[in-house]
């Protein structure tokens, strides 16, 4: 019977763990004076979470962060679930009896809030234990004691943490699969990962977020294990050289066989193997660490955009008819298995009379256990200003495929538009090939029989110079038009720096938006992408040589000065660490920004 009802108990809490709640825990009675930690757990991705009023006690610190991964085994079958939580750590200032507000926060879209709660306040006890993260003194057990007094070991190859990659020599920007397992052959009841590792030099991807771990047995030197990879990750490494992996760390709890003994108390009456077949241990686990050399690519062709994997290209144009003044949109669609998230859209020379806008992104992106794989788009409106034929060129994109080493070139299609006249733009007013042509008739129209010659100083005359100089002076101003127009459009640095720099606006304005919908891996890729582009465009560092200290040589070279190297290379540093931290408070994440705001400014 006591089986059954403990039997029910066990489901029951499992089933109201699966809701979304926010789950308090802490102590219902302190003395004054005393510290102690107050809990709010979700079992679910949480982001603006916001705090009760802890009228009648001091907040020493939070709310502080963390997120947990717990897995469990039930029937050989194994589960995960992950936690987020937010703590504070309370200072009890008044006896009384105080009853706390409820704490809130954003699950999928939708806001839960806790139940408030009574803390009692009691006078100081100087026997009592006044320690730092109690939830009360609840007086032991002699059972418990009894079993603190026979602590278990868990021998260290009987239950490890292991990590492995799938190359160890990549080239620069070429995906490399990490795999983090737990080797065990005892029975855990749940994991914790409080931070992963800061992967400094890479631009890492979750593999295993929202899938079931994955678990089976193997034999090592003649001893069998249950195998469990409770994380999987994609690495690009972005600098050259030597790099090293730092391990994982991590907290499990294992349920090791003991063999208690009688103590000759009412408590041998409960020492039935059901309830005392074994005991909890808590064990700190560390992963190896891993070292990785990634090699520099070849010289790179100058179309290349910093694509590294094997892909395809395919183009599209919506309508080739149009009316001036109408838009059209163009298309460019890269496919493939690589660092498809960090592609940037290609240089296309669109007609001159073509108004371009900005190309707009859409991803889908398939994180699978090989790694990065799906399609990156491109689409660019194009506004064309005058009537006429023109050709969208055909484009050659190109990207290094680690397999064979070597740069290979994708053709995408070309396209031809007919423009028709349309409704003149507002926004225009410039001179067309049409109104040159007119001019040109308007020329051709002057007559060349003189007639009656005039005295010099007539009428007559005056008309006879104007109409001399004026084809010379017409002549002379389109080709001083041209030579500036030409001269423009020459300075590559100039307009490639424009474009870099309002295209670093742009991924601020996604970053912010992102920061506000608690999107962490958007907000760090916009963020991420807004510095490195802006530093690639202005000190003309191709994109296959961009890193660290190709930058900072850079920087050198251009005689910055020390204060400005000091805060755009601490802006990547933070960037590049604040991106492996997972539940940061948003006050980081703000900072980041403002600090990003303050490089490229500088820049």
């Not at 469990?72 to 079958?77: T, V």
């Not at 937010?86 to 009896?97: C, H, I, K, P, T």
């Not at 006890?125 to 993260?133: F, K, L, T």
């Amino acid at each position: 019977m006591r089986r059954h009802i403990l039997l029910i108990l066990f489901i029951t809490a499992q089933l109201m763990a699966g809701a979304q709640e926010i789950i308090v825990s802490a102590p219902s009675s302190v003395s004054a004076g005393q510290q102690f930690r107050v809990q709010f757990e979700v079992n679910d991705k949480a982001s603006n979470f916001r705090g009760p009023s802890f009228k009648g006690f001091s907040v020493l610190s939070g709310p502080n962060t963390s997120t947990s991964s717990s897995m469990s085994w039930i029937n050989g079958q194994m589960s995960r679930s992950v936690t987020y939580g937010f703590s504070y750590v309370l200072n009890a200032d008044q006896v009384g009896r105080y009853t706390i507000g409820a704490a809130s926060c954003v699950v999928d879209g939708k806001e839960i809030r806790s139940k408030p709660f009574t803390i009692t306040v009691t006078k100081a006890d100087p026997n009592a234990n006044q320690g730092y993260g109690g939830y009360g003194g609840r007086s032991q057990s002699p059972q418990q004691q009894q079993q603190q007094q026979q602590p278990t070991t868990i021998d260290a190859s009987s239950l490890y943490a292991s990590a492995t990659i799938n190359k160890s020599n990549p080239y620069k920007g070429e995906e490399v699969i990490i795999s983090y397992k737990i080797y065990t052959q005892v029975s855990l009841q749940q994991y914790q990962i409080d931070k992963l590792p800061g992967n400094k030099g890479f631009w890492s991807e979750d593999l295993s977020e929202g899938k079931q771990i994955k678990q089976y047995e193997e034999t090592i030197n003649g001893k069998r294990y249950l195998v469990a990879e409770i994380r999987r990750g994609a690495l690009f490494g972005q600098e050259v050289g030597a790099q090293k992996i730092a391990p994982l760390h991590l907290e499990v709890l294992a349920m090791v066989p003991v063999q208690r003994r009688r103590t000759g108390t009412i408590w041998d009456l409960f020492d039935d193997p059901f309830f005392n077949q074994a005991q909890a241990v808590k064990k700190e686990l560390s992963s190896n660490s891993l070292n990785i050399n990634v090699r520099p690519l070849p010289p790179a062709p100058d179309k290349f955009s910093g694509a590294v994997g094997t892909f395809s290209v395919k183009s599209s144009l919506d309508k080739n008819s149009v009316k001036a003044n109408e838009a059209i949109t163009y298309r460019l669609t890269v496919s493939g298995h690589g660092n498809l998230i960090l592609l940037d859209a290609p240089e296309i020379d669109f007609p001159k009379v073509f108004e371009v806008y900005d190309p707009k992104v859409s991803d889908k992106i398939n994180r699978g256990d090989n790694g990065i794989s799906g399609s990156r788009t491109f689409e660019w409106v194009l506004v064309p200003q005058s009537q006429g034929n023109y050709e969208i060129p055909a484009v050659d994109y190109v990207y290094f495929d680690p397999a064979s080493g070597q740069y290979k070139t994708l053709h995408a299609e070309g396209f031809s538009v007919k423009v028709d006249k349309g409704k003149p733009s507002d926004h225009n007013v410039s001179t067309s090939k049409n109104d040159v042509k007119l001019l040109n008739s308007d020329i051709n129209h002057i007559k060349t029989h003189i007639g009656q010659l005039h005295p010099t100083g007539t009428t007559s005359d005056t008309w006879q110079w104007i109409l001399l100089v004026l084809p010379v002076a017409a002549t002379v101003i389109l080709v001083l038009a041209g030579r500036k127009q030409q001269a423009i459009e020459s300075d590559e640095t100039s307009m490639k720096l424009r474009r870099a720099l309002k295209l670093a606006k742009k991924r601020l304005r996604n970053a912010e938006q992102h920061l506000a919908d608690g999107n962490d891996t958007a907000f760090y890729e916009e963020i991420y992408k807004a510095v490195w582009g802006c530093l690639s465009d202005k000190y003309n560092i191709p994109i296959s040589q961009l890193s660290r200290d190709t930058v900072a040589d850079r920087l050198q070279e251009k005689g910055i000065s020390q204060e400005h190297m000091s805060l755009i290379m601490g802006t990547l540093d933070d960037v590049d660490m604040a991106r492996f931290a997972p539940g940061d408070p948003s006050e980081q994440k703000k900072a980041i920004y403002e600090e990003t705001l303050k490089t490229i400014a500088t820049i």
